[in-house]
């Protein structure tokens, strides 16, 4: 089956690590105290794409605070949301990238 493959596993990891880099990454650096601009702003794109997704209409005002840019503060129950948002994301281009893969090597 695909989704055990080790292709579709690798891909998979490999894309959720990297899809949830801005969250981990942008924390880090604030602990150190530095504040980086470019990546405050792949933060706010993170956190901002599964709202404008449909995310945002599942959660009321008491669990998400929007200001001006977007997103300002959430519960953890929608950061989690959010980390899932984007593990979805990764499964999907991972099962895709392993099928379309598959079906280019068969084809030659």
Do not use: Q
Request: charged fraction near 10%; aromatic fraction near 16%.
């Amino acid at each position: 089956m695909m989704l055990t493959s080790k292709e579709f596993i690798t891909r998979f990891i490999f894309l959720a690590l990297l899809l949830n880099l801005p969250a981990v990454f942008t924390s880090l650096l604030a602990e150190m105290g530095l504040e980086p601009i470019l990546l405050i702003a792949w933060l706010a794109v993170w956190a901002n794409v599964p709202k404008f997704a449909g995310l945002g209409y599942v959660f009321d005002s008491s669990d998400i605070i929007l200001g001006e840019f977007g997103l300002m503060d959430a519960s953890a129950v929608v950061i989690f949301s959010i980390v899932m948002f984007w593990v979805l994301c990764a499964a999907c281009i991972a099962f895709f990238s392993v099928l379309f893969s598959k079906r280019y090597k068969n084809s030659l």
